[in-house]
C-alpha cells in the first residue's frame, strides 16, 4: 500500500474505503448468481446472448447508474464533509487528484464493471454482429470515464456556488446525468444509431460505420472529458490558467465537426465550412446559456474580475473568469466566421434547410437574423447579471429560468394577434429593422440598468 | 529584527452581502503565539481562511514566509498548518489510515512522510487510539487527530480557528501543552477562541478584531514569546534598599527587571534556572520575600478595554 500512497494517495484512500475483502468477494459472487439465474431460464442456444445482454446491463446498472453517483460524490462528499480544504491545502497536485477522483471513487464500480466487461467481450463472438459488439465493448469503456468526468465537472461546478456550510445532496447532478444520457440515447435511437446495420459515415474522406465513429467520439470526447476535469481541478487548487484548453477544445471541436460535413475527396468545402461555423456558433450559445446558468454569479468575483481587468492583471482576471464568460468570445468567434463565410457566397445554399425553417430569404435578413440572437442573448444575461446583482438573488438562476420561458414562450403566445413578435424572438416578419433593432434595443436597456445597478453596489 | 513571518497589509474581504475585514494590517513575528480574538462575526475565521490561502481578499497582500497568497498559494500552503473551527476527517478511516493519508499527500514525493507522521502520532498523543476508526473518536481524540493532520508536515506557521471549543478540561489542557510545546520548537501559531483565559497560558501576543477591524495586536504584558522565558511578580516584606536592583540581578537566571507601585516584576530564563531555585537565591541573598507568583495576564480584562478604546474612537 506504501507504493499506492506514494504514488496517488488519492486512490490509496479510496482503496481503503472501497476494497474490502468482503466487497471484492461479493462482486463476483452477486453476478455469478445472475448468470445462474439468466442460464437457467434461457433457452436452448440463447445461453451466450443471455449472458452478453446481462454483462451488458450490468455494465450499464454498476458502471454508468451507480458509478455517475460514486462519481458526483467524490466531490460532494469532501464538500458536505468538510474535507475539501484538506485536499486544496495538500500537495497531490490537480493530475493525481483528478485520476484519484475518477479511478478511485469508482474503484469498486470498476472492479463490477471488468467482471461484466469480460463477459460481455466473451459473449460478443456468439452474436449476431461480433465486431460491432466488441467495438461497442471498448465504446462503453470510453463513454464511462466521459460520464464519470461529466458527473464530477458538474459537482464541482455545483459545489462552487453553493454557499460554505450548506449540505449539498448529489439528486441534482445525479439526475442531471441520467437525464443527458437519457437524452443521447434518444438522439441516438432517433438517428439509428443503435441499429447493427452497414451505414457508414465519411469522416475526412475516410469512411467509417457508426461503431467506429462511437468509438472515435467517446475515446475523443472521453480524453477532453478527463483534461475538463484536470483543469478544474487546478481551479480548485488555485492554480492561475488561460483559457489555452478551452480555446484547444472550440478549435477540435471545429476540426472533428468540419471532417463529417466535408464532402467526400474534398479538403476544403466553403459551405462544409459555413455550417462548422454555424453548428459550433450554436454549439457554444448553448454552452454559454448552460454556464451561466450553472456557475457562480456573486458580486465579489465580478468585483474582483473588473478590479483584474482594469489592473491589466490578466492572469487574475483568468483566475476569477467564470466560463460563460470566457465562451462568449468563443461563440462571437464562431458566429462572426460563419455569417462571414455565408456573406462571400452568392446565395443562402449552404443552409438552405435552415433558412427555410426561419423564412430566412437574403444574406441581409441572414446578418439581421444573427444580429437578433445577439441582441437576445446580451438582454438574457444582462437580465441574469442584474437578478443576481439585486437583493432578492437567492433563487436568481430560477426565476431567470422562469423569465426565459415567459420572454420565448408565454409572451410571444399571448401575443400573437398583435403581431410583436421580433420582441420575443428573432423574427423576419416585421422586416429587417425590427428583426435586428429591437432585440438590440432590449439588450442595450437591460445592460443600461445593469451599469446603474453595478454604479450602486461596486 | 528579520522579515516578519506572517505580514498582511491593507487587506480588504467582502462577502456579497458585506465586508468582512476593512483595511487589516498587521505583522507577525516568528516562533510567537498570537491569541486572535473578537465576537462573532468579528471576521477571525475569514482572516484565518485568507491566511491560509484558502480565501482570496479583495485587495491588500498577505505574505506568508515570504510567499504571496495570492500568486503563489500551493508555496503557502506547504508552509500552512490549519485547523478550521468545523473540520472534517474521513470518518471511515481508522486514525493510522487517515493520518497515513495525510502525511503522504502534504508532505513532497521525495521526502519519507514516515519519521513527520511518527513525530506528529507523538506530539498530539494519539498513538493509544491508531486503530479506531475516526468515526468513533470523542470530540477531544478527534480534535487531536486534526491538530496531528495540520502539523504533519511540519509547517512554519500553524492557524488553529476555535480548537478549544467543545473539549473537556482535560483536553483543553492538554491542548494548551501542545500549544506551548509547538511554539518551543519555533512555530509560530495564531489561536482563535473564545476562552480568553486559556489563550492567556500560551500566548505570547494579543491580535483584537473588531467588525473587521484591527482593533489591536501587541504583546500580551507579563508574558514573552513561550515559556523557557517566565515574568513573576514579587513583593518584598521590608524596604528594600537602595542596592536591592543589583543584588537582584546578580541571581542567576534573571533577564530583566522591573518595578511597578512597589512590586518588582522578574523576567527569569527557564533554561538557566527554574522558579523554586530563582526563590532560594533570592532568600539566601537576603532578599525578604513576601510574595512570589506568576504574572497571569487577564487576557479577558485587556481584550475588554481594547474594544471599549476601539468603540470610543469610533464615536462621533
Redesign the interface.
Known amino acids: 500500500m506504501k507504493g499506492i500512497?506514494?504514488t496517488n494517495?488519492?486512490i490509496?484512500?479510496y482503496l481503503?474505503?472501497e476494497l474490502s475483502p468482503q466487497r471484492l468477494i461479493a462482486m463476483p459472487g452477486i453476478l455469478a448468481l445472475l448468470v445462474f439465474f439468466v442460464l437457467t431460464i434461457s433457452g436452448e442456444g440463447e445461453y451466450w446472448n443471455s449472458v452478453h445482454y446481462l454483462s451488458f446491463y450490468g455494465i450499464i446498472i454498476i458502471g454508468f447508474l451507480w458509478g455517475m453517483k460514486n462519481a458526483s460524490d467524490a466531490i460532494l462528499d469532501e464538500y458536505n464533509?468538510?474535507?475539501w480544504?484538506?485536499?486544496?491545502?495538500?500537495?497531490?497536485g490537480p493530475w493525481k487528484l483528478t485520476l484519484g477522483k475518477l479511478f478511485g471513487a469508482t474503484v469498486y464500480n470498476w472492479y463490477g464493471v471488468l467482471l461484466c466487461w469480460i463477459l460481455f467481450m466473451f459473449s460478443a463472438p456468439y452474436t449476431e454482429a461480433p465486431k460491432a459488439e466488441i467495438q461497442t465493448g471498448f465504446t462503453l469503456l470510453f463513454a464511462l470515464v466521459a460520464f464519470h468526468g461529466i458527473m464530477i465537472l458538474s459537482a464541482l461546478l455545483l459545489a462552487r456556488r453553493i454557499p460554505s456550510?450548506t449540505r449539498i445532496r448529489s439528486n441534482r447532478i445525479f439526475l442531471g446525468g441520467i437525464l443527458f444520457a437519457i437524452i443521447l440515447s434518444t438522439l441516438f435511437s432517433l438517428f439509428n444509431l443503435f441499429q447493427k446495420t452497414s451505414i457508414s459515415i465519411t469522416w475526412y474522406g475516410i469512411s467509417l460505420n457508426y461503431n467506429s465513429l462511437l468509438l472515435l467520439a467517446a475515446v475523443a470526447y472521453g480524453a477532453w472529458t478527463v483534461a475538463g476535469c484536470y483543469r478544474s481541478m487546478r481551479a480548485e487548487?488555485?492554480?492561475?490558467d488561460l483559457p489555452d484548453w478551452w480555446l484547444a477544445f472550440f478549435v477540435f471541436n471545429f476540426v472533428f465537426q468540419y471532417g463529417f460535413l466535408l464532402p467526400n475527396g474534398m479538403v476544403f468545402d466553403q459551405a462544409a465550412l459555413t455550417q462548422t461555423f454555424l453548428v459550433l456558433f450554436l454549439e457554444m450559445l448553448l454552452l454559454v446559456y448552460m454556464l451561466a446558468l450553472s456557475e457562480q454569479k456573486?458580486?465579489?468575483q465580478f468585483?474582483?474580475l473588473t478590479?483584474s481587468f482594469r489592473k491589466r492583471h490578466f492572469?487574475?482576471f483568468f483566475r476569477h473568469a467564470p466560463l460563460w464568460v470566457v465562451s462568449i468570445p468563443l461563440a462571437l468567434l464562431a458566429g462572426f466566421a460563419a455569417l462571414s463565410s455565408l456573406m462571400v457566397r452568392d446565395d443562402l445554399s449552404a443552409i438552405s434547410s435552415l433558412a427555410q425553417s426561419l423564412s430566412v430569404n437574403s444574406k441581409a435578413e441572414a446578418a439581421a437574423y444573427f444580429f437578433a440572437v445577439l441582441g437576445f442573448v446580451g438582454r438574457d444575461l444582462g437580465i441574469l447579471l442584474l437578478l443576481h446583482f439585486s437583493d432578492r438573488?437567492k433563487r436568481a438562476d430560477a426565476t431567470m429560468l422562469v423569465y426565459l420561458a415567459v420572454l420565448y414562450f408565454v409572451l410571444p403566445s399571448l401575443s400573437k394577434d398583435l403581431r410583436l413578435a421580433p420582441l420575443f424572438h428573432p423574427d423576419t416578419s416585421r422586416g429587417l429593422p425590427a428583426l435586428a433593432g429591437l432585440p438590440l434595443v432590449e439588450a442595450v436597456v437591460v445592460w443600461y440598468f445593469l451599469a446603474r445597478r453595478w454604479g450602486k453596489i461596486a | 529584527m528579520g522579515a516578519p513571518m506572517i505580514s498582511v497589509k491593507d487587506l480588504d474581504f467582502d462577502y456579497p452581502d458585506k465586508r468582512a475585514l476593512i483595511d487589516v494590517c498587521f505583522f507577525i513575528e516568528k516562533g510567537t503565539i498570537t491569541a486572535l480574538v473578537g465576537p462573532n462575526g468579528s471576521g477571525k475565521t475569514t482572516l484565518l481562511r485568507s491566511l491560509a490561502a484558502l480565501a482570496s481578499p479583495i485587495r491588500g497582500e498577505i505574505l506568508i514566509n515570504g510567499f504571496d497568497t495570492a500568486s503563489q498559494p500551493q508555496e503557502v500552503h506547504s508552509q500552512v498548518g490549519f485547523l478550521q473551527d468545523l473540520f472534517g476527517l474521513y470518518d471511515a478511516l481508522t486514525v493510522q489510515q487517515c493520518l497515513q493519508f495525510m502525511a503522504y499527500s502534504r508532505i513532497h514525493g521525495n521526502h519519507d512522510p514516515g519519521p513527520a507522521l511518527e513525530k506528529a502520532i507523538g506530539s498530539t498523543g494519539v498513538s493509544s487510539f491508531l486503530d479506531k476508526p475516526i468515526g468513533t473518536l470523542s470530540r477531544g481524540m478527534r480534535q487531536r487527530v486534526g491538530i496531528a493532520a495540520a502539523i504533519i508536515h511540519n509547517p512554519a506557521v500553524l492557524l488553529l480557528d476555535e480548537p478549544a471549543s467543545g473539549l473537556d478540561p482535560e483536553a483543553r489542557y492538554e491542548l494548551s501543552r501542545l500549544m506551548v510545546q509547538l511554539g518551543g520548537e519555533g512555530m509560530t501559531i495564531i489561536v482563535s477562541s473564545h476562552i480568553l483565559a486559556e489563550l492567556a497560558d500560551y500566548s505570547s501576543h494579543m491580535l483584537v478584531l473588531q467588525d473587521g477591524h484591527v482593533v489591536e495586536h501587541r504583546k500580551i504584558a507579563g508574558t514573552s514569546s513561550f515559556r523557557p522565558e517566565v515574568w513573576m511578580d514579587m513583593v518584598v516584606a521590608e524596604s528594600p534598599g537602595p542596592d536591592f536592583p543589583s543584588r537582584l540581578r546578580a541571581i542567576p537566571g534573571i533577564l530583566e527587571l522591573e518595578e511597578k507601585e512597589g512590586r518588582f516584576q522578574v523576567k527569569l530564563d527557564l533554561n538557566t534556572t527554574s522558579k523554586a531555585t530563582f526563590l532560594r537565591e533570592s532568600v539566601l541573598a537576603g532578599i525578604a520575600v513576601a510574595e512570589f507568583a506568576e504574572v497571569r495576564t487577564n487576557l479577558q480584562d485587556e481584550y475588554i478595554k481594547s474594544v471599549a478604546r476601539f468603540k470610543q474612537t469610533r464615536t462621533p
Open positions: 500512497l506514494r494517495p488519492e490509496a484512500r481503503w474505503l464533509e468538510k474535507t480544504d484538506w485536499q486544496r491545502m495538500s500537495n497531490i456550510g487548487l488555485q492554480y492561475t456573486d458580486i465579489v468585483r474582483k478590479a492572469n487574475s438573488r
